[in-house]
């Protein structure tokens, strides 16, 4: 793929936003990849797990190695991770660091360079934890000598 490609990413059957939009679920730009805001919905827009953080993470993590794969990589290549959560408890803090074990659960050491930003809601009830991120795919092996 020339550096100045664009490749848009809509995986068959994915889950889509309860309402009419053009958003893309992910773009490729060269070696790049863009995946946008993953949450833990069915292909009509309905929530998944609603106020299941954990079972909410994994599905999270699906889509975006759904998203990733479209492109030839995966969650190892995942070079920067934005996440959105959503907690109104008085213990923001232990939710946050469980929240935070389970999603290394899914990332390898050294992880991604990462934000989590605590939001009051996400655009569908029942949604704890919205996430998006940039991969970069890697360089094809070279053929050994022959």
């Not at 919205?130 to 970069?136: L, N, P």
Request: aromatic letters at 10%; a negative charge.
């Amino acid at each position: 793929m020339d550096k100045t490609d664009k490749n848009r990413i809509m995986p068959e059957g994915f889950w889509d936003w309860p309402l009419p939009t053009t958003f893309s679920q992910g773009w490729q730009v060269g070696n790049l990849v863009f995946v946008g805001g993953q949450v833990s919905q069915t292909s009509d827009g309905r929530p998944l797990h609603p106020y299941d953080i954990e079972a909410q993470i994994g599905v999270v993590f699906d889509n975006i190695a759904t998203v990733l794969a479209e492109a030839g990589c995966g969650l190892s290549d995942i070079v920067k991770l934005n996440t959105y959560w959503v907690h109104d408890g008085d213990d923001h803090d232990e939710f946050y660091k469980y929240m935070t074990e389970i999603r290394h659960r899914y990332l390898p050491d050294p992880g991604p360079a990462a934000t989590a930003v605590r939001v009051a809601g996400l655009a569908v009830e029942g949604l704890l934890i919205e996430m998006e991120a940039i991969a970069v795919v890697p360089d094809p092996s070279p053929d050994p000598p022959g």
